[in-house]
């Protein structure tokens, strides 16, 4: 069974369409990436994949582990094993990230009928996974991105994907504002967690990341339809010679 | 004084005269209550109360409460008593000291902490100039009032150099009865010199029924002393509070002082402070978590009198229901306050649609090199934080609880006595769905 399948995917926000159409297909073990310039609507997916609540969906449907997304909470899709690395982590002030981990780690077992992690258990696990993405453990009692650096922010989101062990991780742009060490110990933490089960989502702005991750996939997304999918080759195509060979041109999805 | 102030008023009139008239404070409260008098309540027309309506206490037709209030529910009245915390504890039930539940333990030498009572029995002449001092301050009503009635409270003075070693927790505890009901306490601090303490002031009920604190709270630093302060309120939701808390400061005083209102019907806080001299500090902070029609009112007025001196306030506001909460900071800088800092901040976090916030900065700058800001935010829970948190499996009800103890909690982890923290965050947790699963901390 594929672990996500969208089809003929439609939103809007406020009236104003922003996804028109899309299909894809992520079995497990595969890596896709999905490419696109400023404004195609790839946060848009990845927001309405996780269960933001301001999009409408007003067509198609999307199936993870065969089940009926649109049909669950942010919270439960979380708890099924699907993870969101945001394109900007939200800072929460007065809550540590310790706290915030423990309550994601434990919410998500109990929902599996697992025991809550007692402490030693969690801070074990949490030293494991800190190490993959070379952070330190004071970390934990900071508050949850509150205060981080750019690079930070985005390292703490593959540190908490590597805590919830996630089937389904998308990542927004989590490669955007990092320098080569830090996009290094990214794609190292994802690259730690494939394995034949997992599926990732891998949208990007640049090819560089690609160097890293590299993808089975690569899609182009622009004005919210997925307009040509290749493999690694395409990522190279695009970095050469830029979206707007694509523009207008290609009306329906090109497989190559 | 008006017909309708003085038919409002026969009730006190009755209660005034049950007074003993041969007490040496008598005469103080002879004139506080003929001041009293003179003004009646106040009414929506004066600014200071054009938010409060305390028309429901003018025709509450209180008593003064039976200060041998009987068999007090001991389970109830342990829960607002500290335990593990070596302290000096002063309860009083009714408005009177209740020496079986109070331990004033050992004192620094030369230190006096002692029943307002027994020092108007036995030693009235060494309060009446600080009473004096005060009376300006009478010409506000429930100021004015408190002196009339006032009988019992707390006389701390602390001496030159000295450090009080352990905090002095006050509780004043009323026990309602089929009437309603009224207590007066007063809380005169006096730091003298150099000297540092911290006070405590808590005010609960142990029963049901309606009644009115009014009290009075007085905190005079004499040069560089250091005072901490907190006052915890957690009346019922039947009860009327009125309290003022007046602050003179000295040159190169450090005062705090962190107001918690969690309770009471209808509530009003009043703070005065005077930063007399250069070199002074004042931070007050407050916590408002307010739900079904509670009504407060928190008016703060800052006299920054001489050059140097820094004020800080911050006061946080949790509204559910049809709770109303108004903050007005008045700050006022005299023309010979230069290098003023005054930094006033409001946030308020409402719960529902039907609760409202009044935020009013009031500055009143007469010096020219100053820095004076003030801020309000109101505002609903943040979506992209909700949002956040779910993504992470966290449900909707306890992410929305976690957004709303932090959001309380920056306030009340500033509180040093750790018993006093671990409390109010309890009343908090318990008051959020899903709360319990936060203990502990965040
Ligand atoms: N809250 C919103 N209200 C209205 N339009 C929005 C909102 N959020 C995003 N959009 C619009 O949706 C389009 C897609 O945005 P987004 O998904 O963030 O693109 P990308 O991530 O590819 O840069 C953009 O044109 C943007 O202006
Ligand atoms: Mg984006």
Redesign the interface.
Known sequence: MALLEIRNLHASIEGTEILKGINLVVNPGEVHSIMGPNGSGKSTLARVLAGEECYDVTEGEILFKGKDLLEFEPDERACMGLFMAFQYPVEVPGVSTKYFLKAAVNAKRKYHGQEELDAVEFLKLVKEKLELVHMDQSLLNRAVNEGFSGGEKKRAEIFQMAMLEPVLSVLDETDSGLDIDALKIVSEGVNKLRNEERGFVVITHYQRLLNYIVPDFVHVLMDGRIVKSGNKELAIELEANGYSLLNGTAKAPITV | MTTQALVESTSLLDAFDTLDAASPIHTLRAQAFETFQANGFPTLRDEQWRYTNVKPIAKGRFSLANPDAGQVDAERLREHLLHETPCHQLVFINGKFDESSSDLGELNSGVRLETLASVIANDFASIIEILDSTTDIHREAFTALNSSFMADGVFLHVPRGVELDKPVHVVFITVPGGEPIMTHPRVLVVAEESSKATIVETYATVGEGVYFTNTVTEIIAANNATIDHYKIERESDEAFHISSLNVTQGRDTNVTSHNFTLGGKLVRNHLNCFLKDEGCNSTFNGLVMAHDKQHVDNYLRIDHLMPNCNSWEYYKTILDDHAKSIFTGRIYVAQDAQKTDAKQTSANLLLSDTAHVTTKPQLEIFADDVKCTHGATIGQL????M??????????A??RS??I???A??TISEVKVKEIRDTLEAVLLDRLPQGH?LQG??
């Open positions: 943040e979506e992209e934080q949002f956040y948190l779910q993504a992470r499996g966290i449900d909707a306890s992410a976690l957004l103890y932090a959001f909690n920056e699963q901390g965040l």
